[in-house]
């Protein structure tokens, strides 16, 4: 149980396209999903926090309007990367965390990842 | 706040011998530990986490990790290395529920036969 699957798996885009990178949780609910972004050799850098059927929370430094995200429901978020620029090449990463009414708290903590979209804008 | 940090950024093992990844930790709070390995181009598998319960936490592929509150530590061990080890480790710390994960800077592990 927990998967996450996030969809393209590598794009190749134009410079000033938007892409759009989708992450779902595949057999759980999860209220908060989490973007994060990974350069080569680095660690992941939390982009933003996504509640469903809230506004994100993005983390400073991260541009609102060109990394958009949305999460219209509980097995979806979505982050688009507007008017793409090389700079924006990286392997981007979702997390998904489950609703969990009671039980079990100790699984309360975790994140559960998804395989990461590999982003190259030429 | 929270940070991790892992003291080696490279650790080289011969196939067969022990593996000791670093990592302590700075919380104002009873933390969440977790070790994940990440396969090149490939997304996050977790290897165990420590949840205030047992401070001796086993893992999957026969890993495990000690928490030591004294220490501030939670370092990660394999009693034997396998090729298929060679990956990146990362320590993560969180306050608890609801509140974010805090990634260390990551280990690099190589194996060699």
């Known amino acids: 149980g927990a998967v996450v699957s996030q969809h393209p798996s590598w794009v190749i885009c134009k410079s000033g396209t938007s892409v759009k990178i989708e992450c779902r949780s595949l057999?759980?609910?999860?209220?908060?999903m989490f973007w994060y972004r990974q350069f080569p050799k680095q660690s992941l850098m939390l982009m933003a926090t996504s509640n469903e059927g809230s506004k994100a929370t993005y983390e400073q430094g991260v541009e609102k309007d060109k990394f958009l995200i949305n999460h219209a429901s509980l097995t979806l978020s979505t982050l688009t990367v507007t008017s793409a620029h090389p700079e924006d090449s990286s392997f981007y990463i979702c997390s998904a965390r489950e609703v969990r009414a009671s039980g079990d708290f100790s699984s309360s903590y975790e994140q559960y990842f998804g395989p990461g979209t590999r982003l190259t804008v030429t | 706040a929270q940070s991790v940090t892992q003291l080696d950024s490279h650790v080289s093992v011969s196939e067969g011998t022990p593996v000791l990844l670093r990592c302590n930790y700075s919380s104002s709070y009873s933390p969440s530990l977790f070790w994940y390995v990440q396969h090149p181009n490939k997304g996050l598998q977790l290897l165990l986490k420590?949840?205030?319960?047992?401070?001796l936490v086993k893992g999957i592929n026969g890993f495990e990790a000690e928490f030591k509150k004294s220490e501030t530590s939670f370092h990660l061990t394999k009693p034997s290395a396998h090729m298929s080890d060679a990956a990146e480790y990362f320590c993560?710390?969180?306050?608890?529920?609801?509140?974010?994960?805090?990634f260390g800077p990551g280990t690099r592990l190589s194996v060699l036969p």
């Open positions: 420590y949840t205030s319960a047992a401070t």
């Open positions: 057999d759980f609910q999860a209220t908060t």
């Open positions: 993560v710390v969180t306050r608890g529920y609801g509140q974010n994960f805090v």
